[in-house]
């Protein structure tokens, strides 16, 4: 097994005077190890102080997405050996306010891209619910469609892909669409094409996006972002008919 050196960027913006550097770390590689397990061992024995996150360790929550060796991806889910090189470099996720270290808090933005595009079914009547209705029924390909964009675990790898988002801090992104996506697929979420026009059609919105496809290039989920987009553009161009 190889030795492995790690570069780990430190910072935290907490402490006074403390100021971003990259610090070096030597590990044995052991098998099957991932940056998960490597970033808890240097935790334990070599930097207490360490800041990183995980949850699920199975590719589930997001929480653990940080740019190793130069790409947005999830740390549980990437192993040590998927690189040829023995050095491997970790810096926190772009384009996301820095907790420390490793840490951002992507909780935030999230939340607050929910509020801004309205990413929950909108009915003016879903307080009448009556227990002894039935539910109304949904065709299974169309479920199917919702049920493809819900696998996003909102880790942020597409937000900090993305040159536009780079560039233009008020872009919803790729997560942006694939959040409102899903609800103007969904027949029980009553806003019409004009309602989603305002929050999407505009440059800050699909008209905004490039085609860089860094956000489907980086997406853990495979999400098919190119597609997605695509679809919103010819919705939102319809709409102004
Ligand atoms: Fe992560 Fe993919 Fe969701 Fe973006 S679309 S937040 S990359 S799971
Ligand atoms: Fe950005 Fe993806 Fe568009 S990387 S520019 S949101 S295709
Ligand atoms: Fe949950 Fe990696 S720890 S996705």
Redesign the pocket.
Known sequence: MRKLVFHIFRYDPQLEGDKPRMQRFELNETEGMSI?IALNKIRAEQAPDLKF?????????????MVINGMPT????TLTSTFDTPEITLHPLPGFELIGDLSVNTGKFMRALSERVGSWIHDENANNISIDKLEERMEPALAEQIYELDRC?E?GCCVSACATKAMKEDFIGAVGMIKLGKFELDPRDKRTSKDFYQVLGNEDGVFGCMTLLGCQDSC?KDLNHQTQIAYLRRKMLMALN
């Open positions: 998960f996150d995980f949850v699920c360790r199975a590719g589930i929550c997001g929480s653990c997405a999830l740390a549980c889910r675990i880790c853990p």
